[in-house]
């Protein structure tokens, strides 16, 4: 039995042939997608993973796709669409218990609402939480590892395993999630009182004006160097506002690179690697992106 034939035997949601990571990534770049699978609910993604795992498919699992370039070639194994899971949280004694599935700028938002506000840095960030626990995302100094008390993901066997933040190994855009054959579900945080709304709604107006948000992008590409931001070297570079065919460096924010037109996935590698390139020989700064390649 296929993985099309078991998802449809057991109902355990949608599987659709045809599309391409074009049309659910927020670059809009990306080859077509031999199946895209979409889980009715937890239990249904649980045994769907597992079935995955037991017969070795290959798999990529895809939230909202802001921090995701795909190649433009086809893509020949199951991507996983969580875009459409349910999500909720709840809050006891100050620890907040969260799907991992929640949209995490949302997230910030709804909490914010009811003045849980020292998770309010993550109300700029694009995706789902569970992306932003896998890679340790932050912004106004501020980070994941900071607040988080343990993730629950379901690792290569379909069980449910738990690890506490000391154990997820935690850096600058990173954390154990990227080594290990998994999708996390959940997670708990310390959250505390604090009122942030207006804070939100302020950086919300500065995001409005300083980054490309009306144009098909990833965010940012390249971590900051210890000394100086990327977007710094970039401007030295005398890159902002560069065109490489519809790949260009955005104008407003020169580390986003932006999808002017019908750019495709080498257009956007091929920009990349000119920074890069010009970065090191330069300067002698080496840039590492912080975007998804699949």
């Not at 599309?19 to 199946?35: D, M, V």
């Not at 895209?36 to 895809?62: G, H, M, R, V």
Request: glycine share 8%.
């Amino acid at each position: 039995m296929n993985f099309e034939e078991y998802i449809i035997k057991n109902d355990l949601g949608i599987v659709e042939k045809g599309y391409r990571f074009s049309e659910l990534t927020t670059i809009g770049c990306g080859g077509k997608i031999k199946l895209l699978y979409t889980p009715k609910d937890l239990p249904s993604l649980i045994q769907a993973f597992c079935f995955i795992e037991e017969n070795q498919l290959s798999f990529f699992p895809l939230g909202n796709g802001s921090n995701v370039l795909a190649l433009d070639h086809d893509y020949d194994g199951i991507v996983i669409h969580l875009r459409k899971m349910p999500y909720s949280y709840t809050i006891e004694k100050d620890i907040l218990d969260c799907s991992a599935f929640y949209p995490t700028s949302k997230l910030a938002y709804d909490l914010a609402f009811e003045e849980w506000g020292n998770l309010s840095f993550l109300g700029g960030i694009p995706g789902l939480l569970g992306g932003a626990i896998y890679n340790n995302s932050g912004a106004y100094k501020d980070d994941i590892k900071k607040h988080l008390i343990d993730v629950t993901y379901i690792n290569s066997a379909g069980n449910l395993i738990t690890i506490a933040n000391k154990d997820c190994a935690f850096g600058y855009r990173k954390s154990i999630f990227h080594y290990i054959d998994g999708i996390i579900i959940s997670a708990r945080f310390s959250v505390k009182k604090e009122k942030t709304i207006e804070i939100l709604q302020q950086r919300a107006m500065q995001r409005k004006l300083s980054q490309p948000l009306e144009s098909k992008s990833m965010g940012s590409i390249f971590k900051n160097n210890p000394l100086i931001p990327a977007w710094k070297v970039i401007d030295a570079l005398g890159m902002r506002g560069f065109h490489l065919d519809d790949a260009a460096v955005s104008a407003k924010h020169a580390n986003f690179i932006i999808n002017t037109g019908k750019a495709k996935s080498n257009d956007i590698l091929r920009l990349i690697e000119l920074i890069q390139r010009r970065s090191s020989l330069e300067f002698g700064i080496q840039l590492t992106y912080e975007i998804t390649i699949v």
